[in-house]
């Protein structure tokens, strides 16, 4: 039969796919990938976090400097000659001080509020140092466990690929090259027999005019899943 040596090809390839796919699946493969976007937010988190506390620090800056100033004038009224001045004045005196009061008062709660997010802000951050920590810690151990799962099946892939190579040099270019593009997209089975009208990789009807195409070429595309669909009568 014409598709004697690349369905050859095929059954070998299934090892390696096997393999592959098994690595990939493997709990190793998934946790690296899951850890290392761990890491990953946790980083953009503290960067976050960072930002925050300079803002919250000037904010800080700003309400201490706006105290020290109500703070001054306060002293300035304190150390008034009182002694001389009229009722009137004395009221104007009294009433301004009051003011400056409640304005540092207000200030006061202004700047415990902004040290209390400021702590809040602060224990997030060695939260999520510790989350990220944790993560590279866990990080380094599954990349190690993922190597060395890689390197126990490197020479049966190496193996395979040795015989792969060998037999697509008996195998008809235009048939390999095919066949090679769609195992790159992962597709496998990448070659499955016609049974009867249907497709034999997800059993869809074939329309009449892929049937005669087939016919005619002895493989045709499955338009539903990609495969190479090959006649068994050649
Ligand atoms: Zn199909």
Known sequence: MKFDKILEYQKLDSELFKIERQL???ANKKMVGELHSNMKN???RSVKLEEKAKDLLAEIDKVKKQCKIQ?????EFLSMDIENMNKNDLEKLENFKDKLNQNLTILE???TSLAESMNAVLADFNKTIK???NARDEYTKRKNAYEADLSKVEKSKEEINKKL???SSSIDSE???AYKKKRGEKVFPVLVPLKGKFCGGCNTELPLATLTNLNEHGIITCE???RLVYNTQQ
Do not use: P, T
């Open 165 to 167: 190579d060998q037999l």
């Open 71 to 75: 703070e001054e004038k306060l002293n």
């Open 42 to 44: 946790a980083q953009e």
């Open 24 to 26: 990939n699946e493997g």
């Open 175 to 177: 048939i390999m090259d």
């Open 109 to 111: 709660k202004h700047l």
């Open 224 to 226: 539903h899943c990609r």
């Open 131 to 133: 989350i990220f920590n």
